[in-house]
């Protein structure tokens, strides 16, 4: 990118602290976050008990009566809280992993860790008939233990670039095995409670489901957006380079890998493994804000719109007949990943 093109500004505090950010980024990251939000009270106002947009906000400041404070604050916030705080993890966490790969096919629906996180999931559904909270924690631990096979597998040198990719695929291919696998294992009733959560839903979500996965924002955002960031650019100009410029190039990395792979695991955790999400919010935010860096912060809020959109969407298309969120962004994001497969193929990527 030229300067032209990703223009960078600097503030500086009185207390003689200097930050370096560049306007359009942060730009596209507030205008996603509007669209989010503005989404998300549309979604509120959606259902059997229609509500007009003043209606919601009038209702989420406290104004509104006992029968509209009881279906927004109680019913029908969480499930949007919940795809607000999903497509922001996943849209961070995906564009941690397409940063440390430096390819945009860098996701983690194509690296296995969502695979990972449904056989944690299927290992507690078939296995041990495990409710709400085992389903969760399932998905955490099946997420961060494929995040260590592949990491130990690519080895130190290879946790990043083609290596890393490839390692993934090929976790993601046998992990798919397992689950069919485990599928076929389970009674009728639980495989087809199995087969909702790998589709992806936000339907009958509670601040039960969301809350660990927003603990895992505040505690992890601060940290990648702010305490690595800057490691996370120079990443990108190449081992070499970010050594040169003092960067703790394993210890970073680990941190990122380690980062991303919670975030993802707790998305899917609240809402199930919904697809490409990861794959399209980093690219889309990236192509607007024509960021040199990885763009964390567009791509955290570019990912939310993406799943507030996409659940607008499921809630909306067909009335009288919901659809899981997971079915919007697999066939968009589907269309969307066979657009990129081809353009890399014109450049010579692939």
Not at 142 to 147: D, M, N
Not at 163 to 189: F, M, P, S
Not at 294 to 308: K, T
Request: proline fraction near 5%.
């Amino acid at each position: 990118m030229t300067a032209r093109t990703a223009r960078t500004a600097v503030l500086r505090t009185p207390a003689g602290v200097s930050l370096r950010y560049q306007p359009r980024a942060l730009a596209v990251a507030g205008g996603c976050a509007v669209v989010a939000l503005a989404v998300g009270v549309l979604l509120i106002g959606t259902g059997d008990f229609p509500m007009t947009p003043a209606e919601v906000v009038r209702t989420l400041l406290g104004q509104g009566g006992p029968a509209e404070s009881l279906i927004v604050n109680e019913i029908r916030l969480p499930r949007v809280a919940t795809g607000l705080a999903v497509g922001a993890a996943l849209g961070l966490g995906g564009a941690i992993f397409q940063s440390l790969t430096r390819n945009p096919l860098g996701s983690p629906d194509i690296l296995g860790f969502t695979s990972g996180a449904s056989t944690g999931v299927l290992l507690m559904i078939v296995l041990a008939g495990g409710g709400g909270a085992a389903v969760a924690s399932g998905a955490v631990a099946g997420g961060a233990v494929t995040g260590l096979l592949i990491y130990a597998v690519a080895g130190r040198n290879g946790a990043h670039g083609q290596r890393l990719i490839l390692v993934g695929i090929g976790t993601a291919a046998i992990l798919t095995g397992v689950n069919g696998y485990l599928l076929t294992q389970a009674h009728i009733t639980e495989a087809a409670r199995a087969v909702l959560w790998l589709t992806g839903s936000l339907d009958g979500r509670d601040w039960a489901d969301v809350a660990p996965l927003l603990v895992a924002l505040a505690v992890l955002g601060p940290l990648v957006l702010v305490g690595c960031g800057r490691a996370l650019r120079m990443l990108e100009m190449g081992d070499d380079a970010a050594h040169g410029l003092g960067v703790p190039i394993e210890r970073a990395r680990l941190i990122m890998l380690g980062a991303a792979v919670l975030l993802v695991s707790f998305a899917a955790a609240a809402a199930g493994p919904v697809a490409f999400v990861a794959l399209t919010a980093p690219q889309l935010a990236r192509r607007l804000s024509r960021a040199t860096g990885p763009g964390l912060l567009p791509a955290a809020c570019m990912g939310a719109a993406l799943l507030v959109a996409a659940d607008w969407v499921a809630q909306n298309a067909f009335p009288g007949r919901q659809l899981p969120v997971g079915v919007v962004t697999g066939l968009l994001g589907g269309g969307y990943l066979v657009w990129l497969l081809v353009a890399e193929r014109k450049r010579g990527r692939i």
